[in-house]
């Protein structure tokens, strides 16, 4: 291979279809939106799963059952793995830039797997009861984050 004997890719110089520029683009008359129909209309935009009349695909599976909206996830946390960080006080930040945690805002929870030897000063927003005991039988502290509720929306006359 030398450079005498390299081709540029194919395509490498087309330019993009201009659609509506008259009739010597090559697509002109209908702009490539064929005759008629509800595609072919100016300012035609279908609502997002539309299949031209036919029921939707996410109206024609069965539905089962129930998801809960207000549901808490919570990242969790082993206390072998706080145990192998070396550091005393943990808290979310901590526990984020150690990447022991994926989302820097989570809610957190410990459990009681594994064994302490050092004291530590964990904050979490919950704690199993095997590792809160764990935690103070050590020497240390389990402190709970109290998470913030929203205000509720207010109904009614203003």
Not at 74 to 86: D, H, K, Y
């Amino acid at each position: 291979m030398n450079l005498t004997t390299i081709r540029k890719p194919a395509k490498a110089n087309e330019n993009r279809k201009r659609v509506g520029r008259g009739m010597g683009s090559g697509m002109g008359k209908t702009s490539t939106r064929g005759h008629k129909g509800q595609r072919s209309r100016s300012g035609s935009r279908s609502m997002r799963g539309f299949e031209g009349g036919q029921m939707p695909l996410h109206r024609r599976l069965p539905k089962r059952g129930f998801v809960n909206i207000f549901k808490k996830e919570f990242q969790v946390v082993n206390l072998s793995r706080l145990a192998e960080l070396g550091v005393t006080d943990l808290t979310p930040e901590v526990l984020y830039e150690l990447r022991v945690i994926s989302k820097k805002n989570g809610l957190i929870k410990v459990l009681g797997v594994g064994e302490l030897t050092s004291a530590l000063t964990v904050y979490a927003h919950k704690f199993s009861e095997t590792a809160q005991q764990k935690i103070t039988a050590a020497g240390g502290t389990a402190q709970i984050i109290e998470v913030k509720q929203p205000a509720p929306l207010k109904r009614g006359k203003k």
